[in-house]
């Protein structure tokens, strides 16, 4: 007796490519990925072995309203990002707003960090292998909230100028993944320097 095979109950979807924005941004992430990863494992290589002070214990101290400004503004740019996809254009441009403000607070924090050691602590880059490596890797942090922080800029002057509309959240969200990702590095670079190297 034979049977007749069924008929499928649902037809295959075709494969999709992903978008090129997000494609390349995964794969600019994948590079900097590479990069943070020589410059945590110098730092944790070197830790304790400076000849001279000043020690990480010394000087460091935790820099929590930074971080947590730093922290925060993954949450507003993710509010920003979902704004923008629902066609708010004004919630989008309040949220943008207020990345960009925590941001340049977390910057001036690092500034107002770097000032403190430079000038008051004598740690510069050419002191010891600590202030080598910590300006290397905070620095190179640092570089890539500055980065972002003008291309929030820019996009928040052409929001101001009616240019952003609903159709744009797809690159508004491709950018957030950058902003999540340096944030991201943000908790590896904290713990690394401020936790364990300390």
Known sequence: MSTIPSAPTSMEQPWVLPSRGRVGMFSLIAAELAIFSIFVVAYLFYIGKSLTGPLPKDVLELPIFASVCLLSSSLTIHAAVSALRKGKVGAFSMWWFATMVLGLIFLGETAREWYHLIFEKGLTI?????????????????????????????????????????????RAEVFSLYWHFVD???????????????
């Open 184 to 198: 991201g590095v943000w908790i590896v670079v904290f713990t690394v320097v401020y936790v364990i190297g300390r």
């Open 126 to 170: 050419s002191t010891n292998l600590f202030g080598t490596t910590y300006y290397s890797l905070v620095g190179l942090h640092a570089f890539h909230v500055t980065v972002g922080l003008i291309c929030i800029s820019i996009a928040m002057i052409l929001t101001l100028r009616g240019k952003v509309k609903q159709e744009h959240g797809e």
